[in-house]
């Protein structure tokens, strides 16, 4: 629908930034909680005008009250609705007549209730129903804070200031967005939006709002899944065309995924698999914890995504040193070697007494000279190295005197402008970096690092997000599919790959023993004898292979308790075995999963998810990511892999996949070798 030349859309996305950005607000309720909406509002300054709205009080929080929604002065830029799910659906209503900017639903007992599930459903319906096209935060949500210009429709305490610029952050949890806006590491909070059980307005439409923010420097996400898929490719999207990284800390798992339990794919992609691949595929960032999204956040605010991975780690102390190199072990960080320029300039501020590497340990001969530790920083940033880190940890304010910790602050300032590269001050715990030495180190442009494992976790965050590419081509999308479900055999799934190019065994199919006996003549030993109407062949004890002779397969087809059986030809020069998988996880696409295949697969937990469609460059990236990735080039003597066709093997199961959107493929294994690669088993199942 086109209305004054802007779609429905971008109607709407208008309607999210008078909603965020409000100069009037409704405060629908008389209770604490509104009351607490009208105290915040006052303390964060806002500017505009407030109404109250309340059937029968004259007043709320000293405010003159309005009888009702209509007899508002004028329609509302944003309303905070805080009386009962039914008073609720009616506000709306009322709110959406007249022609309001949007509003914050703070009831809950709609979708999110399990115990009234049914009644929640309706209850959510109805809301969507009277809201129209007003958008709207929750239900089940405490609303949001902007520091920028000053509007809190938050009905509860808030650790935030106003600011100039800053990142903004989106959550489905209001208490851990309260949480959030408790922290003293000196991070500039913009927003704080909360979105609740995102009835209407998700995730994805809110973030895309505050990245168009021109002071809103970078977007950390705490999701507990998807909101949708293609909303989520759209915000990816805009935020690369804005040049602001994206930060997620993702919670829970698939449960889609989860579903599909035949394969070992199933196992292996079966948890967050498919949430990992997609935010490697957007471009986003992906942290661990509240702490760690938070010192990310600040490096990408101050400093912005890392050109590489490499760093140059500083202290005056040897246990320092250790301490760094090893909290980096394990994460994708390096410390490269000294070039020789770096250790003629050390050794000349240093002299012969320090041993020169990186991480550095530079003792305490130049404490508190600045110009001499300014060098030595200068020194070690002269390498290839996207970030340098000094490590300092202050002492208490109340107890101690800090004033001898200023040298390095000011011999980092220093080093930082004679470099031009990028500083932090790494303080290895939470504790000892005070909240205003942390404002006046990132007032410098120096990061004020937080914490040592948060810290690594950051550098390691922007070094992805600074390493990453614009996709390919759009995600494939899991479709509804008609039909019961259906295992094909292995002979069907097997055809249905190779008209897509797989390769494949010659076979042949037999209904006795004496028939596959003759099958087996027919295709020349050794063969393969395969049992039909398993899942797990070797669990079932329904696969013999290597068998050289007529009477070796029929025996062996007498000892299996089936009614058919599949012979193939037995599959020479294996270099290594590949598990190549997808799954269908409607949250996320169809998820890619590589691993080491055959019997390797639950022995090795050695394996990489992707999302389809993915690059023919992406996947041989992924293959060299596995442990088993250096015997694909031959080891002790032995030939290499022919890379070039377990590439096409991997190929044409996407293709498969594009065409006919199964619920789940997996070739276990595909046998590569010198001369090629094929698939010795394979497994498809389709349908709901």
Known sequence: MMRNGATTAENAQAGIDRLLKPRSIAVIGGGVWCANVIDQCRKIGFEGDIWPVHPSRDAVAGLSAYRDIALLPSAPDAAFVGINRDGTIEAMRALSIMGAGGAVCFAS???????????????????????????????????????????????????????????????????????????????????????????????????????????????????????????????????????????????????????????????????????????????????????????????????????????????????????????????????????????????????????????????????????????????????????????????????????????????????????????????????????????QIAEMGIVPFAGLTEAIEAMEIAAEIGRARQPAAPLLRVTACEGPAKTLSEAEAKAALAAEGLRVPASGRAGSAEEAAETAAKLGFPVALKGEGFAHKSEAGAIALNLTTAEAVSAAARAMCCESFLIEEMVGDAVVELLVGVVADPAHGYVLTLAAGGVLTELLDDSVSQLVPSSRHEVGEALGSLKIAPVFAGYRGRPGVDMEAVLDAIMAVQAYVAKARPQEVEINPLICGPNGAVAADALIRIGD
């Open 109 to 439: 007992g709609f979708r999110e209730a399990q115990a009234e599930r049914q009644d929640g459903q309706a209850k959510q319906a109805a809301l969507l129903e009277a809201a129209g096209g007003m958008p709207f935060l929750g239900p089940n949500c405490y609303g949001f804070l902007n520091y920028l210009d000053g509007a809190a429709l938050w009905p509860d305490q808030h650790g935030g200031v106003r600011v100039d610029r800053g990142v903004a952050i989106v959550t489905q949890s209001s208490n851990i967005a309260i949480n959030l806006t408790m922290q003293d590491r000196g991070l500039p909070l913009a927003y704080v939006v909360t979105v609740g059980n995102q009835a209407q307005t998700g995730i994805s439409q809110v973030a895309r709002a505050l990245l168009r923010d021109h002071r809103v420097t970078a977007l950390g996400l705490h999701i507990e899944g998807v909101d949708d898929l293609g909303a989520f490719e759209k915000m990816a999207d805009e935020a690369r065309a804005l040049g602001k990284p994206v930060v997620v800390l993702k919670i829970g798992k698939s449960d889609q995924a989860r579903a599909a339990t035949i394969s070992h794919t199933a196992s292996l992609a079966g948890s967050d698999a498919g949430a990992r691949a997609l935010l490697t595929r957007l471009g986003f960032g992906r942290a661990s914890s509240l702490s760690g999204l938070l010192e990310a956040l600040k490096l990408l605010h101050l400093v912005g995504p890392l050109t590489s991975n490499r760093i140059a780690s500083m202290s005056c102390s040897g246990g320092e040193a250790s301490l760094v190199a090893d909290a980096a072990n394990n994460h994708e960080l390096a410390f490269p070697p000294l070039e020789r320029k770096q250790r003629d300039a050390l050794s000349h501020t240093l002299g012969p007494s320090v041993a020169l590497a990186n991480p550095l340990d530079y003792h305490t001969y130049i404490w508190g000279d600045a110009d001499a530790m300014a060098a030595t920083f200068a020194a070690m940033m002269q390498g290839d190295v996207a970030l340098g880190c000094v490590v300092l940890d202050f002492p208490r304010t109340d107890r101690c005197d800090a004033s001898s910790w200023e040298p390095v602050i000011s011999a980092v300032a220093q080093a930082m402008a004679t470099t031009g590269r990028p500083m932090a001050i790494l303080a290895t715990l939470k504790d000892t970096i005070p909240e205003q030495t942390a404002l």
